[in-house]
C-alpha cells in the first residue's frame, strides 16, 4: 500500500471542497443580490443599460436548485442506510430534520415581532401580524398558496420556500417507500411532472394565462418536480460526472443570462418555460459534486480557514445558507429603509457599493443567528459529545 507524507495528505484534506455547500452558498448570495438590487435599482433610471436585463429581480431559479440540492442529499441518506424506512427510522429522520429547519423558522417571527414593536422597520414590508407569522412558523397552511394564508404576506416573503421544505421533507419517507425506493418508478414521477409543466408552458405561450407568479409559483406541485428529480439522482448511486467543472458551470451560467433576458421580455413566459430548461441543468450540476465529502463544521474562527480563497468564503456561505436565506430580505430592507442607503444609488458603481454595504450591516446578525440558534439546535449532543468539547474548552 503506498503511503504518503504527512505535509502532502493534509495538503489533500486542505484542497478538498464540499460542492454542495458552494452551491448552497451561491444560491444563497444570489437570491440576497435579487431581493437587495431590485430595491435598489428601482430609485434610479435603468432604461437601456446593457445590465437592465440583469438586475431584473429573478431568484426563482435558485430556490430550484435549493429543491433539488435537498431531495438528493436527503434520499442519499436512505440510500446509504443512514435513516431505515420503518418507524424508529422514519422518526429519526423526522427529529434530525426538525432541528435542522424549525428552530429559525421559529425564531424568525420573534426576531421580526421585536423590530416591529421598537418602530425598527421597513415600510415596503407588510404589517407584522402575529396570527400570520405564527402560521408560517408552524409550516401552516399545508398548502400554503390559498390567498387567504399566503405566506407572501409575512413580513418575510422567502419564508414560503421554507415552508414547502417542510411538507416535503416529511413526505419524502412516504414517496420512497410507495416507490419502494425504485429509481425507475421516481423517474416516472419525475417524467409526470415534466408532462404537466409542459402544459402549463403551452397554455401560457398560446393565451398568456395563467399568471404565475406569485400564487401558482408558490405551489408544491410547481415545484416538485426539483425535489423528485434530486430524489430520483442518489437513488441512480452514480459517481460524480468525470466531465470537467467548466460545462457545468457554463450550462447554469447561460441558464441564468438566458432567465434575466427572458424575464425581462415576459415573466410570466419565463417562469412556465423555465422549469423544463432548469431540471436537465441543474441535475447536471448535482451530478458533478462530490456526495461523499461533508465539509466539517468550523467550531473555532481559526476553523473558518478564510485564507483558502473565495471557494472557502463560498463554502461558509453554504453552511450558513438557511439563516442567510431566512434573514436576508426582512433585515436588509430595515436596513435600508433606516439609514436611507437607497438615496446613495445613483448609478450602477453606486449600486454596488451600496448592495456591499447592506450585506456588511446585516451579516453580524446572521452569523449571531446561525451560531445562537441554527447550530445550537441542529443535532442532539449525547452525554459523550458533551464531554469531549468539555475536555477540549479546558485543554
Known sequence: MKSYPMAERSNDIADRRDYF???????CLMVFLNHVVGLLSSGIDTKGAWYEPLIVP?????????????????TKQFVDRKFRLCLPGILNFYERRSRRLLPMLWFLPLLLGLLYALNIRSPLLPAFSPFKELQVALALPWVPYVEGGNPVASVNSPVWSAVLEVHYFLLLPLILWCTAMSCRAMQVLVGIWLIGIAGLAIQVALHGSPTIFPMIYQQHLYNCGFMLAGCALALMKLPPCPCGWRWPILAVAMLIVGTQYLAAYDLNLALALLPIAALPVFSFLVMKGNSDYQSPMPNSIRALHLERGPLRWFELAGAMSYS???LHK???YIVIAQTGLGRWVTGLPSLVAVTILTAAAITPIILLSFVYVEVRFRRP???ASQARQKRRAAG
Open 324 to 326: 442567510i436565506y431566512l
Open 381 to 383: 449532543l449525547d452525554r
Open 58 to 74: 429573478m431568484g426563482f431559479p435558485w430556490v430550484w436548485l435549493f429543491l433539488i440540492l435537498s431531495g438528493f442529499l436527503l
Open 330 to 332: 426582512p433585515l436588509s
Open 21 to 27: 455547500l458552494i452551491m448552497r452558498g451561491i444560491a
